[in-house]
C-alpha cells in the first residue's frame, strides 16, 4: 500500500461546479497536510496547509481534514477555467523532515 | 506567502557541457531545500536533499557525480548538470523548507542538444 493515494483522473467539470479532491495516506505520524496547485510547465504553488482535523477555508477554497480516517479533501466552490492545473496533496510527519506528495489529480473545468 | 526563485527559467546547451541551476529563498532562511525532477505529465521525482554546510543526500538511482549539488547558504542552493546529454533534458524544480511545509520555485526547463 503506497503512503499516499490519490485519484489521477483526469476529472473534467463544468465552470460554476463544485469540485472535490481527495486523498487517503496510511501513516496515523503525518503532522501537516497541504494542497498545491501546479499549472503545467511551472513549479507547484502552494493554495492551503492544515494541522489539525476539521475544516480551513479561504475564498473559494475548503481544506479538510480527517485524520480518524486518514482522508483528506480540497473543495473548490464556483470552479473556473483558471483552476484548470494537477492538484497535488501532500503530507509531512517530524517536523518537515518526512515529506509525501500524491501522485496528483489533473484537473480540467470546461467554460 | 514565502517566495523561492530559480534562475534560470530556460536553458538550452550542447551536449557535453555543464549547466548550473540556482535556488534561492528570498525571505526566509532555508537549512533544507530539495531538488526534483518532472517529465511531462508525470509526477515530481524527488532527486536529492540538499542541506546547508553538509553534503547532499541522493535518491536512489540519482548519479551523485552527474547532478552536483551545493547549499553554501541559508538562502541558496545550486544543482550543476554536469557533461550534460539529451536524455538529461527535462523539468527541474527546487523547493525549500520550512517546519510546516515546502515553498517550490517556478522551475528550470532544460533542454540538451
Known amino acids: 500500500q503506497k503512503e499516499v493515494e490519490q485519484d489521477p483522473g483526469p476529472l473534467s467539470v463544468p465552470e460554476g461546479a463544485i469540485v472535490s479532491l481527495n486523498c487517503t495516506y496510511s501513516?496515523?505520524?503525518?503532522?501537516?497536510f497541504m494542497w498545491y496547485r501546479q499549472y503545467s510547465r511551472k513549479g507547484p504553488e502552494l493554495l492551503m496547509y492544515?494541522?489539525?482535523?476539521g475544516n480551513k477555508e479561504d475564498g473559494r477554497f475548503t481544506a479538510q481534514v480527517d485524520k480518524s480516517s486518514k482522508y483528506i479533501s480540497l473543495f473548490i466552490r464556483d470552479s473556473q477555467p483558471s483552476d484548470s492545473a494537477t492538484y497535488l496533496c501532500?503530507?509531512?510527519?517530524?517536523?518537515?523532515?518526512?515529506?509525501?506528495f500524491g501522485p496528483g489529480t489533473r484537473l480540467s473545468v470546461l467554460p | 506567502g514565502a517566495v523561492v526563485s530559480q534562475h534560470p527559467s530556460r536553458v538550452i546547451c550542447k551536449s557535453g557541457t555543464s549547466v548550473k541551476i540556482e535556488c534561492r529563498s528570498l525571505?526566509?532562511?532555508?537549512?533544507?531545500m530539495f531538488w526534483y525532477r518532472q517529465f511531462p505529465k508525470q509526477s515530481l521525482m524527488l532527486m536529492a536533499t540538499?542541506?546547508?554546510?553538509?553534503?547532499?543526500?541522493?535518491e536512489q538511482g540519482v548519479e551523485k557525480d552527474k547532478f552536483l549539488i551545493n547549499h553554501a547558504s541559508l538562502t541558496l542552493s545550486t544543482l550543476t548538470v554536469t557533461s550534460a546529454h539529451p536524455e538529461d533534458s527535462s523539468f527541474y524544480i527546487c523547493?525549500?523548507?520550512?517546519?510546516?511545509?515546502?515553498?517550490f520555485g517556478p522551475g528550470t526547463r532544460l533542454l540538451v542538444l
Open positions: 523547493s525549500a523548507r520550512t517546519r510546516e511545509t515546502q515553498y
Open positions: 492544515t494541522y489539525s482535523s
Open positions: 501513516n496515523s505520524a503525518f503532522q501537516y
Open positions: 540538499s542541506n546547508e554546510g553538509s553534503k547532499a543526500t541522493y
Open positions: 525571505d526566509f532562511q532555508a537549512t533544507t
Open positions: 501532500a503530507m509531512t510527519w517530524n517536523y518537515g523532515q518526512n515529506f509525501v
